[in-house]
C-alpha cells in the first residue's frame, strides 16, 4: 500500500491542477484538504474492523472502485444542492471522483497486495506484475524502511506529478522543459530503486 504522503501528493496535485478551483485562498484551501480526505478514505478499514480484510475473507473492501466513489458521489451531491455554478460543479465534482480513484491507482502501482477493484460484483483480486512505488513501511521513528520508502515514494511522485500539472496546464518554456526533463531524470532514477526492492 501506499503512504499517506502519497495520496495527499496526488490529491494536492488535483487541486493545483484544476483550472477552476474556489474563487477563494480559504476556499482552495478547503478544497485541497477535503480532496486529501477523499483520496486517503480507501484506507478507513484499518480503523472500522467490519471494514477490514479480517471481516472480507482477505478482501479489502474500500479499496474497490465501488467504494471509493461512496464520498466523491456525496461530495457532488452537496455541490449540486448547494447551487455552485454549473460549471464549477462538473470541474469539482470530477476532481473529487479522481481523487478518490488516485487511491487505487497508488496502491496498485506498489504490487503488493491484490486489490479487489470490482467488489462487490466481483471477488477477483487484481495486482501489478511489478512494483512501481514502494509500500508504505511500518510508521515507527526508529524504522528505517519506513524513512526510505517515503523517499523514494515522494522521489518519484513529487517530480512526476510536478511535470504532469504544468503539461496540464500548458506551462511549457524552454526554461520549463529543461527543468522537466530533469525532474523526469531524478524520477526515474528513484523508480529505478524502488523497482529493484525487494517485495
Known amino acids: 500500500m501506499s503512504s499517506f504522503f502519497g495520496h495527499s501528493l496526488a490529491a494536492y496535485w ?37 471494514l ?38 462538473m470541474s469539482l ?27 462487490p460484483l466481483s471477488t477477483a483480486a487484481f495486482a501489478s506484475p511489478f512494483g512501481v512505488l514502494p509500500s508504505a513501511g511500518r510508521i515507527h521513528v526508529f524504522n528505517y524502511y519506513f524513512y526510505r520508502n517515503l523517499l523514494i515514494e515522494v522521489g518519484i511522485l513529487a517530480p512526476t506529478l510536478y511535470v504532469a ?14 527543468r522537466m526533463i530533469m525532474l523526469l531524470v531524478i524520477a526515474g532514477g528513484f523508480t529505478i530503486w524502488s523497482v529493484c526492492l525487494s517485495r
Not at 56 to 68: D, E, K, Q, Y
Not at 99 to 117: E, N, Q, R, Y
Open 14 to 50: 488535483l487541486a493545483s491542477a484544476m483550472r477552476q478551483p474556489p474563487a477563494s485562498p480559504l476556499g482552495r484551501i478547503r478544497w485541497a484538504g477535503w480532496l486529501i480526505v477523499l483520496a486517503s478514505a480507501p484506507d478507513i478499514d484499518y480503523i472500522i474492523p467490519a
Open 52 to 89: 477490514s480484510s479480517a471481516a472480507h475473507h482477505g478482501l479489502r473492501v474500500t479499496h474497490s472502485i465501488a467504494f471509493s466513489l461512496i464520498l466523491p458521489l456525496c461530495t457532488s451531491s452537496v455541490l449540486y444542492l448547494s447551487r455552485t455554478p454549473a460549471h464549477q460543479r
Open 93 to 119: 465534482s470530477i476532481c473529487a471522483v479522481l481523487a478518490g480513484w488516485s487511491h487505487l491507482v497508488l496502491d496498485f502501482l506498489v504490487g503488493v497486495t491484490p486489490l479487489p477493484l470490482l467488489w
Open 165 to 178: 500539472r504544468g503539461l496540464y496546464r500548458g506551462e511549457i518554456s524552454v526554461e520549463n522543459r529543461t
